[in-house]
């Protein structure tokens, strides 16, 4: 009857540890005869950590509870071949009950589900890569740098450090894609993009805000520190050439200087430099016009401070 039991079953000794009983499953799970198990020394068959667990925690546990289950362990087969296991344990008068359950298609179900979690992290990765970057130039896109800098100003009237938002459009655009077609106007976008990040720090955004235009917010440089980092990005862009030529820019940027008591919205930011880089523009291109603002008010509300 025992023998019917779809588990392994067996009896060991606390104190001398050897194998007093076993059922036919555990025979055939392990591939010893019943001679061969019985009087065998059970630490015989269980691997190194496993024996390290039970010293440690189950024969501990064991004296003191009496029964202990689902406990997960790794025996070896005659052929030394590991096979996970979940043991259901109890104790009388040193005489230990083991009953045996192998987890080998657990396991593998419990690596297919972590396999496929893994799976939908990684696409999940791609899907908020994609609708955040621009496909372009791998910058933010403009939904996301709007997401961020909202973020950055709430943090920026909190600890009150200078934030300052650069516009900066590319000088003659349309004229690129109408003489050297469209592919090279992308390349030229992305050369950008790869000059942005390069002067970028890592608090700071970079973004493609639309066409040619692109948009960097620079958290924390004071308002002579950020009109230097518009000088290197006048300078980086000026390394992409065109016809032997070097491209330009345009850049407006204003820097704010906030406090608790400000209420400005992101559009005001948005807009001061927006207008700003035009002026840069109706003034000759390649240049950066620049203000910088302090305690400011807005009639504005869409994201009062």
Not at 10 to 22: A, D, G, K
Not at 47 to 67: D, N, Q
Not at 92 to 116: C, G, H, M, P
Not at 150 to 167: D, G, H, Y
Request: hydrophobic share 40%; proline share 2%; with cysteine.
């Amino acid at each position: 009857m025992i023998n019917s039991f779809s588990c392994g079953l067996f009896i060991s000794n606390i104190n001398e540890r050897h194998i007093e009983y076993v059922n036919d499953n555990i025979c055939r799970t392990l591939l010893y005869e019943e001679s061969d198990l019985i009087g065998l020394d059970v630490n015989e068959i269980f691997t190194k950590a496993s024996l390290i667990f039970l010293e440690s925690y189950v024969y501990p546990t064991l004296l003191k509870e009496h029964e202990l289950t689902e406990i997960q362990l790794t025996i070896l087969t005659k052929e030394r071949d590991r096979l996970p296991i979940v043991a259901n344990i109890n104790i009388q008068d040193n005489i230990i009950f083991w009953s045996i359950f192998t987890a080998v298609k657990r396991d593998k179900l419990y690596q297919e589900l972590l396999d496929v979690r893994d799976k939908l992290e990684h696409q999940a990765e791609k899907l908020e890569l994609a609708a955040t970057t621009d496909y372009l130039t791998h910058l933010l896109n403009r939904r996301s740098i709007i997401e961020k800098t909202e973020s950055l100003i709430k943090n920026t009237c909190r600890k009150s450090p200078a934030l300052s938002l650069a516009m900066i459009d590319i000088d003659f655009f349309k004229q690129i894609n109408d003489q050297h077609g469209h592919v090279k106007g992308d390349e030229i976008l992305i050369e950008v993009g790869k000059a942005l990040n390069q002067v970028c720090l890592k608090q700071d955004l970079a973004a493609r805000w639309g066409g040619e235009e692109f948009l960097v917010v620079f958290y924390g440089p004071t308002f002579e520190e950020t009109k230097h980092l518009c000088q290197k990005i006048h300078k980086k862009i000026h390394e992409i050439k065109l016809s032997d030529q070097p491209l330009t820019v345009s850049i407006g940027v204003v820097t704010y200087h906030l406090d608790h008591h400000t209420n400005t919205t992101l559009d005001d930011i948005i807009e001061e430099a927006d207008q700003l880089m035009y002026q840069a523009k109706n003034n000759g291109r390649n240049q950066t016009r620049s203000r910088q603002i302090l305690n400011v008010k807005s009639a504005k509300n869409t994201l009062a401070l």
